[in-house]
């Protein structure tokens, strides 16, 4: 099965630097990746995602990056706000033919200071 | 629109006592995911239904966990009985078959205490 490894596991930034969450998965038949949000206490939400056609999407401040061949994917926040202070996991599944669920990363704590 | 809807929020109970979680999907969303969080830790799939139909349980503890749909619509995962290591957070999600890609959308959670 697909196994997602997530790093760092704990990250602390100063407000208005950037952040950078890095994914690595294992199987290639992989083609979906979303990055999801969960602050204390809710369920986790989806931010953004990208497909395998693609190799980076962005929106407004978050942008995520694919890499196929390494098989490696990528979460970038710029400018960030006490208010990004949450844990973020990433996780991959294959979509269509050999469907497959979502296999979540061990998640990131991001911690933004004001 | 309303999300998906989990109740109850928070359980303590005894070891070898019974639990049961209950979920509400969004509104036309035939996909329904049971996934449990343990401390630290992302989601792990329990449980997919499709409609009604339990199309991956593989991870299901099937001697003590169980789950039902009945009408393909709200969805209910019982435990009996608890452990201690059953202690976490139990995610409902759903999905549309028709959405782009496998966006899945979760719910608050229901934390278990087992002690």
């Known amino acids: 099965g697909e196994n997602v490894e997530q790093h760092p596991s704990t990250l602390s930034v100063q407000e208005g630097d950037s952040a950078v969450i890095k994914c690595t998965y294992s199987?290639?038949?992989?083609?979906?990746f979303p990055w999801y949000k969960q602050e204390l206490g809710k369920g986790p939400q989806l931010i953004i995602d990208?497909?395998?056609?693609?190799g980076e999407k962005k929106d407004q401040r978050i942008a995520v990056t694919l890499n196929k061949t390494a098989k490696h994917f990528s979460l970038h926040i710029t400018e960030t706000q006490p208010e990004d202070s949450a844990v973020y996991f990433c996780?991959?599944?294959?979509?269509?033919?050999?469907?497959?669920?979502?296999?979540f990363g061990k998640g990131t704590m991001l911690l933004v200071s004001p | 629109e309303a999300g998906v809807v989990q109740s109850p929020r928070y359980k303590i109970i005894e070891k070898k006592q019974p639990v049961a979680f209950w979920c509400n999907p969004i509104s036309g969303h035939n996909t329904l995911y049971w996934y449990r969080q343990n401390l630290g830790q992302g989601p792990e799939l329990l449980i997919r239904y499709e409609n009604e139909e339990a199309v991956d349980d593989s991870q299901l503890p099937k001697d003590r966990f169980s789950a039902e749909r009945l009408k393909g619509v709200d969805s209910t995962l019982k435990i009996q009985p608890a452990e201690l290591g059953d202690s976490a957070v139990y995610l409902c999600?759903?999905?549309?078959?028709?959405?782009?890609?496998?966006?899945?959308?979760f719910g608050e959670g229901s934390w278990l205490t087992v002690v």
């Open positions: 999600a759903s999905s549309s078959q028709g959405a782009p890609g496998n966006t899945i959308y």
């Open positions: 990208i497909r395998s056609n693609v």
């Open positions: 996780a991959a599944s294959r979509e269509g033919s050999g469907y497959s669920t979502l296999t």
């Open positions: 199987d290639s038949a992989s083609n979906y």
